[in-house]
């Protein structure tokens, strides 16, 4: 398996979360007040590498890498987005931090983020949501919609899904570039740490679950979903190809220029947010 990347200033280690390990970057003066970035798919912590170092001069920053994801634990299971909200409550306990702490998620780490704050809402002081719509979203029943969600069929399928995230690196890397609107946003050595992650076998069966559960479970069960008892923020790129799949509430503010890829694409726009809801 391919090597945790190194960044300047950040520390790794593993946190016993519950029933799984979580791997750790984190960054900043331990005292300093804790603020939580939460990855989604398919990467990890190093998403947040634009972010890390100026918020490191004020804060604690804890980047983890979700269940099933980047150095964590890929136990077998569903992969409810409940579970890994859970998962980072436990990393929170465990770090004995209780106080309320602002919460940046992208993609499905928005996702979770949400599911955290309302499992929890007294530890969440603030969230902010990236490149995906909330839980209580209402989908597009449009050609575009089925060409968007096409490669979560592929993945979510059993044998196939992980067959080919395992064989083909070049469809994750693809999967990237088709969602990213600002050139120079990818080293080659970004997507290489992303896609080559997911070539190990429990990674790539995580995957596949994670989007199984989804379209087989969570998506039809959003009617309950209503916004947190907490300050929220949603952001999302001009270009990002999940406008056209799904009917975005009104608070979603667009980043102009930008595509999906939010904190690679537009790091000075979510640094921004971030110290904005600090």
Do not use: N
């Amino acid at each position: 398996m391919i090597g945790i990347p190194q960044l300047e200033g950040v520390s790794h280690r593993r946190v016993r979360a519950g029933d799984v390990e979580l791997h750790l970057a984190e960054a900043g003066d331990p005292d300093a007040p804790p603020i939580l970035l939460v990855h989604g798919w398919p990467q990890h912590w190093w998403v947040w590498r634009h972010l890390i170092g100026p918020l490191a001069r004020t804060h604690r920053v804890l980047c983890p890498d979700l269940r099933g994801h980047g150095w964590s634990d890929a136990p077998p299971g569903s992969y409810a987005k409940a579970t890994l909200a859970g998962d980072l409550l436990a990393l929170l306990d465990a770090l004995e931090v209780r106080d309320p702490l602002p919460v940046a998620g992208h993609d499905w780490g928005g996702w979770i983020a949400f599911l955290l704050a309302g499992q929890a809402p007294e530890r969440v002081s603030g969230l902010l949501a990236l490149s995906i719509p909330p839980p209580w979203f209402r989908s597009r029943r449009r050609p575009k919609t089925v060409v968007f969600a096409s490669y979560q069929f592929l993945v979510s399928t059993p044998g196939l899904g992980p067959a080919v995230l395992r064989s083909r690196p070049e469809a994750v890397e693809g999967l990237i570039r088709l969602g990213t609107k600002r050139s120079g946003a990818f080293t080659r050595r970004d997507l290489e740490l992303y896609s080559h992650v997911l070539q190990e076998p429990a990674r790539a069966a995580a995957t596949s679950a994670l989007y199984r559960t989804f379209l087989t479970r969570e998506l039809h069960a959003r009617g309950g979903a209503a916004p947190p008892a907490v300050p929220y923020r949603v952001l999302m790129g001009e270009g990002d190809p999940i406008r056209s799949a799904v009917e975005l509430p009104d608070e979603v503010e667009l980043v102009p220029g930008a595509g999906h890829f939010l904190p690679e694409e537009a790091p000075e726009a979510v640094l921004a947010a971030v110290r904005a809801m600090l």
